[in-house]
């Protein structure tokens, strides 16, 4: 729309919707009442907490007010599934929690089976597709056999999990099932570390089971005035998350560690959060208001200081800039097991001259880092590269100190200017100032289309329509930069915070190649995902019904028009990957890995 | 560029295929089938882009395929008729058609090559089918803007030149062929008409008119992805189905040819 | 400043699809609605803009969907109607897509191009219209019969039809192809060379064009790709050396200007590719001198001396009409000059050096007396003619066997005698003389009788026809010695019809003549020596008829083996041994003339086109170039085999250097193609 201006509007605040209140389903909002907090304070661990050590700004009764909820669950719902993302930790309040660690169908969590289509079927589907848009057979939708089994409160998930139970009783005494007992807290590494929930865990009743939510927020304060819940907390991490965070870092996994290295690095290592766990919501608040993203993303080391560890990236990303003038550009970023720090240690470690951090890191959103403090550096990593490569010769995906990394990526093309504009380095900072500030870096399929070389053919679009039973699943607009259109289709993220908050967990990564899908039938279509997505990457649409004359289908209950989130899915069910890429006669279109600079630099420059 | 060295490739081959001429007619019967063969491979290009998801290479590979098959086509066209325009009266036809479907797909490589780079370097980037609905945004803008400039003004400057100027330039397409050779006189002269008559605008109307300047040149880049997209469509309203109607005269002619000349042989 | 039109939130642009057939009637307005028409191009707004509002709780709600505008303000009537205003458009025509149409347009161009095609292909003059063009001017001479199409000449039973056209192919029985070699031959070509018209170079046989030749057809190199293919298609090699069709060179249709015997360098380089890219480029060099086989010895060598004394080449070498060839000039003029002297005069050396002894009566003793001139008969053998002619008289036969049987007497009266004395001499002898005789009677005979008789006689003795035109000819000329004959008759046995009527003649009673025949003037060439019982004869000129006639029937003579008897054989034998001896006589023909074998080439023929009619030359324009006399040697190089400097031209010629002709026969110079010099044709139409 030609609007210029856009209405500034009041900037959020924390607490402005408590936490209680958060739900879609309004049966379910309601706030702490005192008695509630009464109940909680006189339990473990709220019991044990000093609340003079909370600042006056956020005192510990606001925050069990505004950042927890209580739930109730019936026995056998599902409280968390397996592969979800999730922004809340839960405690037991009342009742038991079963944890499932395996042996439930993805179709039973509300998933896709996820096998793909066959090829005779995929051509027979292009002959077959419907003449209009976004039809369905209604007979697969649930509501429309028996509304009870889907509760559009999206809250409570209902599955057979009670019958899977039954049905291997012996199961319930061993490991794969086990008990977690009231009192308890799980899912705070889920929630704090990004990561997907490892378990699904149900409501093991009998009756109702009562839990404390408590989201993210909530937790980090918390653990942050709290040492007993952070030496918990940090425990339980040390015990799941550590090692498989170094274990993501390729430098960590090359080089010789031996057990008492391991243990010290274990030890010593520290766990830090940066920026905000839900910075989809944040950054298109931002970007509304027009603001300058770059110095509103928290600094995690800043270039000049002294170069107090290596980090390692854990979850989510890191922007790399420079000053520059009264500015910084953007070089670079991180990704999930990228390091920062390296060389300025490595070089302090092997010369006398201490050389400060080179380069700004930023939390591009939210970032997990794990820090091995300089020290541990010096007595555990340095001398143990060392060992490995003693010749002085590291390798340099190992260094990845992607500062190297990335400068090489981006001089590859460092190509003159000899009139041909294909020619130019388009993966320089304006580039990556680009990326970066659009958050694209998040993608792992990332629609690229080369301007320059597309003829607006909509052979893409066709194609992929052709794999989806006559629906476009992008639209072939988006953010340009120079002559490059980052397209309006699922990135397929590798932090994808448009699985937050799936009620009914429909939006899921698939079992095979961890695509981001939805699975039609159990999406409720209440639009948090196409909310979530911080590149208007998803749509909501209306469905039509085959056995009704393609008639928009309606909700025979509420009368309203059913509407489903639809995405990209990059063709996970056919054959032969993604159809768009392979249907552009002229090479202008690929989906890229963001993690991959180099291909990414490669293909901008060719 | 590589159409000058396929120029000068052909330029090369001719005199060789002239002198060519049919050494054996068999000879020429072999050249027939080939270029028939290719002919259908090139026009099965068509077919792959409707068959999405069978692993069938990539569009673009058939692209290439067609493009440089095209070229052979060519060479193997200039062997088969010896370099000769032909005198039957079906034969002149045939290579007629194969002559025209030759420039067609030279002419959209051409543009397929030239215009997307015109394309991003100018205007909004556009979906040519809501290009309608991209123009009645501008036009009702501007008739927002003319109502106020009517509403806060006693003048009639801006409701004028709408009258004279804008309507009939907001009302459609317009100047297509001037985009197509990328001339930009007539948005040229209508904001300098515009500007020319800044100077009896009071304050508040020119604040509408320099908003409205933005609009001539937005509606202006819009006619241009209209015109250069639409070539870049318009062209193949030519190429594919003459292809058909190429196919089918190559069949009437190999059934000729056989009938007169292999026919029970 | 850029203004984005294009706002990409999820609520603000809704999914583009450009794969739908319809669209929205009002979107060419800009204005089209979210709903669309549905995928059989109905507008269903009218049928979906109804909500059915929902009771929540104690009121009613508007259910309306967004693509439909969203639940509407006013909202449902409190009795739980819907009270949606009416959409904002009304509902649309909706139209194709733009894709739709392109679609459409080419289903409907292909539908218009089978109008068109059935039209051209079933209008009656449909043969016309599919003719691939006009004929070359002498074909488009050929008129039809009445009532018959033009094509049938060619194409029989050409008729129209598309469908007709297609049984043809189908079937393989009927045909309206050309068959190409009979309608062409019936025109082109003797009926003798028909046979082997369509065979490479029109010869059975490369070698028979030059054993070069088939070491030169060769199938390689990147210009006989598509010909290497197409054997690959038909299966087996197209241009074996037993098929081909006319066209398969020659096209017709390509208007009357066309010349269809023109071809192109590249045509002969379909098969000649490695070793001819052209003629400056691979072309392999001469092999052959000028080499004539003509039936004239002469050596260049020896005549260069007179070269100083203003002879030139020209003086013996003169173009033919056409300019083509250079002959050689006849004895007349050429060789006259300095040859004739000798041969005019009979009197002359040479001449009488070399008589050819024709008759000669043995010197014979004979116990009883038989009538034989005993003192005048002092030859020693028989002549080689003599031989011969009593070869043709049966009873003399077994005689000459035995006086020429090569372990007996081998040729040697004296050693016959001396064998006979054992036996069976007197009337052996007695034998022989009688059939001398005989022989003289006849060849005395000037009456019709006597021809027939001599006819009779050369036909066996040469074991020819009578009829043979060699034979008749040589019947004439012994004709034509007859009264040389009757003057040895009167001379040596004046008696001797009456001694062959059975009367008893003496030989004492003979009269001695007295007469000195030498001196007559009409002789022309025979020579009775009036002491030894012998007849001779010497050339009168050059190409003596006499000489020439026994040359040309016993050539004839050789070689008739076919179904002999013993007598044939014996005659046979006897022949090859008179030749033998006769050669030694024939020395003044054989100087310059090779005799040998059947047909006797007298004369110098020039080049001959026979033995290589795969090249053509044409001496004039070259001639024209070389102004100076002995420029000839420019192309004619003297065979140097002698180190003596001084002698040009010892021994005939060396082989044409290539490099003379390409100097000039070059890319931009003079013409260089194929058919300059050949002719693909070895026998011409």
């Known amino acids: 729309m030609v609007e210029v201006n856009t209405p500034v509007g009041d900037k959020p605040k924390r607490w402005d919707l408590p936490f209680g209140m958060d739900f879609t389903n309004e049966a379910e909002r309601r706030e702490m009442s005192f008695s509630d907090l009464n109940d909680l304070f006189a339990k473990e661990p709220f019991s044990e907490m000093d609340a003079s050590r909370f600042p006056d700004s956020l005192p510990l009764a606001s925050i069990v007010a505004n950042d927890t909820r209580i739930r109730l669950y019936r026995e056998g719902d599902a409280i968390v599934r397996q592969g979800d993302y999730g922004n809340s930790a839960f405690l037991i309040l009342d009742g038991d929690c079963r944890a499932i660690i395996e042996g439930l169908d993805p179709a039973q969590l509300g998933r896709q089976a996820g096998h793909s289509k066959s090829l005779l079927k995929s051509v027979k589907g292009l002959f077959t597709n419907a003449l209009a848009p976004e039809v369905r057979d209604s007979r697969l939708y649930p509501q429309h056999r028996d509304k009870a089994v889907f509760d559009p409160s999206g809250t409570v998930f209902v599955q057979d999990v009670p019958n899977i139970l039954e049905l291997s009783p012996e199961s319930y005494s061993e490991a794969r099932h086990n008990i977690i007992p009231e009192g308890s807290l799980f899912g705070e590494l889920a929630a704090l570390g990004r990561v997907q929930r490892s378990v699904t865990v149900v409501a093991a009743g009998p009756g109702t089971t009562r839990l404390l939510e408590i989201r993210w927020q909530g937790l980090r304060d918390l653990m942050k005035y709290d040492n007993g819940l952070r030496d918990h907390i940090n425990e339980l991490f040390r015990q799941n998350g550590l090692k498989g965070a170094f274990r993501m870092s390729p430098l960590i996994q090359a080089i010789d560690l031996d057990e008492d290295q391991w243990d010290q690095l274990l030890a010593e290592a520290e766990f830090e959060t940066f920026g905000s766990y839900d910075w989809h919501g944040t950054y298109q608040q931002l970007r509304k208001r027009d603001e300058d993203l770059l110095t509103q993303e928290p600094v995690v080391q800043e270039e000049g200081q002294y170069p107090n560890g290596l980090l390692i990236i854990r979850a989510g990303f890191a922007r790399m800039s420079r000053r520059h003038g009264a500015g910084e550009y953007t070089f670079g970023y991180l990704g999930i097991g990228d390091v920062h720090g390296l060389q300025e240690l490595m070089h302090n470690v092997s010369t006398d001259d201490h050389s400060p951090i080179q380069t700004t890191l930023r939390a591009a959103g939210y970032t997990d880092i794990v820090r091995v403090p300089t020290r541990t550096f010096e007595q555990v990593i340095y001398p143990a590269m060392m060992k490995t490569w003693p010749d002085g010769n590291f390798p340099e995906k190992f260094l990845g100190e992607t500062m190297e990394r990335h400068k090489t990526a981006m001089s590859t093309r460092r190509a003159s200017w000899r009139g041909d504009r294909r020619k130019r380095e388009f993966s320089g900072a304006p580039m990556m100032e680009f990326l970066a500030e659009n958050r694209y870096i998040n993608g792992t399929a990332t629609m690229l289309i080369d301007l320059d070389r597309c003829t607006r053919c909509d052979d893409c679009v066709r194609a992929c329509a052709s794999g989806h039973n006559n629906n476009p699943r992008f639209i072939r607009h988006g953010k340009i930069h120079d002559h490059h259109m980052i397209a309006n289709a699922c990135m397929h993220c590798a932090d994808p915070v448009c699985m937050i908050g799936c009620p009914t967990g429909a939006i899921h990564r698939s079992e095979g190649g961890g695509e981001v899908v939805i699975n039609d039938v159990t999406c409720i279509g209440c639009g948090t995902c196409a909310n979530s997505c911080p590149y208007e990457n998803i749509r909501l649409v209306n469905v039509r019904d085959q056995s009704q004359d393609d008639a928009l289908m309606v909700d025979p209950v509420k009368g309203k028009a059913i509407v489903k989130a639809t995405k990209c899915d990059l063709c996970v069910d056919h054959h032969g990957g993604p159809a768009c890429a392979r249907a552009c006669p002229h090479d202008a279109l690929t989906r890229a890995d963001m993690d991959d600079l180099l291909d990414l630099s490669e293909w901008l420059n060719r | ?265 | 400043m850029r203004i984005p039109l294009q706002e990409i939130g999820h609520r603000d642009s809704q999914y583009e699809r450009p794969n739908q057939q319809w669209v929205c009637g009002w979107a060419k307005d800009g204005n089209p609605c979210m709903l669309g028409p549905d995928g059989k191009g109905r507008c269903t707004v009218a049928a979906q803009s109804i909500c059915e509002p929902f009771k929540d709780g104690d009121r009613w709600v508007c259910t309306r969907s967004d693509v439909l505008g969203g639940a509407c303000t006013a909202g449902p009537s409190p009795t739980g109607e819907c009270a949606c205003p009416p959409p904002e458009q009304p509902p649309c025509q909706p139209v194709r897509s733009l894709r739709a149409r392109r679609t459409r347009l080419t289903i409907g161009a292909g539908l218009f191009t089978v109008a068109v095609l059935l039209v051209w292909l079933m209008s009656p003059n449909s043969l016309t219209m599919v003719s691939p063009g006009t004929l070359s001017a002498a074909h488009l001479a050929i008129e039809p019969p009445p009532g018959v199409p033009n094509c049938q000449v060619c194409h029989k039973g050409a008729e129209s039809g598309f469908g007709r056209w297609l049984s043809m192919i189908a079937s393989q029985t009927e045909t309206h192809s050309v068959e190409v070699n009979q309608q062409c031959l019936g025109c082109h070509f003797s009926e003798t060379d028909q046979a082997i018209a369509m065979k490479v170079h029109s010869a059975a046989e490369l070698s028979e064009i030059s054993p070069a030749v088939e070491e030169l057809s060769m199938l390689a190199g990147p210009t006989s790709f598509l010909l290497g293919l197409s054997d690959q298609v038909h299966g087996e090699p197209m241009l074996d050396q037993t098929q081909g069709t006319c066209s398969t060179c020659h096209n017709e249709h390509e208007g009357a200007a066309h010349d269809m015997k023109v071809m192109s360098d590249i045509q002969c380089q379909v098969c000649h590719t490695n070793q001819f890219e052209s003629f400056n480029d691979g072309h392999p060099a001469f092999t052959s001198a000028t080499s004539i086989s003509s039936g004239i010895k002469f050596d260049h060598a020896k005549h260069q001396p007179r070269f100083d004394d203003g002879l030139d080449c020209q003086s013996c070498h003169q173009a033919d009409a056409e300019g083509k060839t250079m002959l050689v000039s006849p004895f007349e003029n050429s060789c006259q000059g300095c040859h004739e002297q000798r041969s005019k005069d009979h009197h002359g050396d040479a001449i009488k050096k070399n008589p050819v002894p024709f008759l000669q009566l043995p010197e014979m003793e004979f116990e009883d007396p038989v009538y034989w001139p005993a003192e005048l008969a002092v030859g020693e053998n028989l002549t080689p003619m003599m031989t011969l002619l009593l070869a043709g008289d049966d009873e003399a036969l077994p005689l000459l066997s035995e006086i020429y049987d090569g372990d007996g007497a081998a040729g040697d009266m004296f050693e016959w005698f001396f064998i006979l004395e054992d036996e069976g001499e007197p009337e052996k002898k007695a034998q022989l003389a009688t059939a001398i005789k005989k022989l003289v009677s006849e060849l005395a005979d000037y009456s019709s009788s006597g021809e027939k008789a001599r006819t009779v006689r050369l036909s066996k003795a040469f074991s020819l026809e009578a009829t043979d035109p060699e034979l008749q000819t040589l019947q004439a000329e012994l004709s034509a010695a007859n009264f040389v004959m009757q003057m040895f008759k009167q001379r040596y046995l004046p008696q001797l019809e009456d001694d062959l009527a059975g009367e008893e003649v003496d030989a004492t009673d003979d009269e001695e003549l007295t007469t000195d025949w030498m001196a007559s003037k009409h002789m022309s060439g025979w020579r009775v020596d009036s002491d030894e019982g012998a007849i001779s004869y010497r050339a009168v000129a050059h190409s003596d008829s006499w000489l020439k006639t026994w040359i040309e029937t016993l050539g004839k003579s050789q070689g008739k083996t076919a179904q002999m008897t013993s007598m044939d054989e014996m005659r046979a034998g006897l022949r090859a041994l008179m030749l033998d001896e006769l050669s030694g006589d024939f020395k003044s023909c054989t100087k310059c003339h090779t005799v040998q074998g059947e047909a006797a080439p007298w004369s110098a023929a020039g080049r001959l086109y026979d033995a290589s009619g795969f090249t053509k030359f044409n001496h004039r324009p070259h001639m024209a170039m070389l102004n100076e006399p002995g420029n000839c040697l420019t192309c004619h190089i003297p065979k140097n085999e002698s180190s003596d400097a001084s002698i040009a031209m010892p021994r005939g010629f060396l082989p044409h250097d290539k490099e003379t002709c390409s100097s000039c026969h070059a890319p931009g110079k003079a013409n260089n193609t194929c058919l300059n010099c050949h002719q693909y044709h070895h026998e011409r139409p």
Not at chain 2, 32 to 40: D, K, N, P
């Open chain 2, 1 to 265: 560029m590589s159409i000058a060295a396929l120029a000068l490739v052909l330029l090369i081959l001719t005199p060789y295929a002239i002198g060519y001429r049919i050494a054996f007619s068999d000879v020429v019967v072999t050249s027939g089938w080939l270029l028939f063969a290719v002919v259908v491979f090139l026009s099965s290009y068509n077919l792959r882009k409707k068959l999405t998801y069978p692993p069938l290479l990539k569009s673009s590979t058939w692209l290439q395929m067609h493009i440089y098959l095209g070229i052979a086509a060519m060479v193997i066209f200039l062997f088969h008729t010896s370099g000769k325009v032909p005198t039957g009266h079906l034969d002149i036809a045939l290579y007629a058609l194969f002559t025209l479907m030759v420039a067609s797909g030279l002419f959209g490589f051409y543009l397929t090559r030239t215009i997307p780079t015109t394309l991003s370097s100018r205007g909004n980037e556009v979906i040519f089918e809501r290009i309608p609905l991209f123009r009645r945004q501008i036009k009702d803008r501007v008739e927002q803007i003319i109502l106020q400039s009517i509403e806060q003004s006693a003048s009639s400057i801006l409701a004028e030149f709408y009258e004279s100027y804008l309507m009939y330039f907001l009302a459609g397409p317009r100047n297509v062929l001037l985009h197509l050779v990328r001339s930009e006189r007539t948005s040229y002269r209508l904001r300098h008409e515009l500007r020319e008559s800044d100077r009896y605008l009071d304050e508040q109307d020119k604040v509408l008119a320099a908003e409205l300047d933005d609009l001539i040149k937005l509606k202006d880049d819009l006619d241009f992805h209209y015109a250069r997209q639409g070539l870049l469509k318009l062209w193949l309203f030519f190429h594919i189905p003459m292809t058909l109607v190429l196919l089918m005269f190559l069949v009437a002619h190999i059934v000729l040819i056989y009938a007169f000349t292999y026919g029970g042989s």
